[in-house]
Nanobody
Framework: QVQLVESGGGLVQPGGSLRLSCSAS????????MGWYRQVPGKQRELVATITNGGRTNYADSVKGRFTISRDNAKKMVFLEMNSLKPEDTAVFYCDANIQTTRISLARDYWGQGTQVTVSS
């Protein structure tokens, strides 16, 4: 089985910073793209940032220039550095990883349990 666990969420003031971490573990042959998504109750889950095997990144327009996604392939981890946080960033943040569990299996997406980020004064 595969598990993804997020950490680093919490309460922060507007303009503040927070660093999220996500660790993948279990039966893993390879990890392709990884990413961060966020969701507010009653709304669709939205993409925040993604990063490929080679480190190519993609960001939602709303976070460009403020958030930075990175990964450590040896540790099977992905990170999200969030700066200049705004109240509208408040959401549950989820880690995603496209994972192939064995040499002969097809890759699919796995999700973490989510970590709450609240931006408020």
């Amino acid at each position: 089985q595969v598990q993804l666990v997020e950490s680093g969420g919490g309460l922060v003031q507007p303009g503040g910073s927070l660093r999220l971490s996500c660790s993948a573990s279990g039966i893993i042959f390879s990890i392709n793209a990884m990413g961060w998504y966020r969701q507010v109750p009653g709304k669709q889950r939205e993409l925040v940032a993604t990063i490929t095997n080679g480190g190519r990144t993609n960001y939602a327009d709303s976070v460009k220039g403020r958030f930075t996604i990175s990964r450590d392939n040896a540790k099977k981890m992905v990170f999200l550095e969030m700066n200049s946080l705004k109240p509208e960033d408040t959401a549950v943040f989820y880690c995603d990883a496209n994972i192939q569990t064995t040499r002969i299996s097809l890759a699919r997406d796995y999700w973490g349990q989510g970590t709450q980020v609240t931006v408020s004064s």
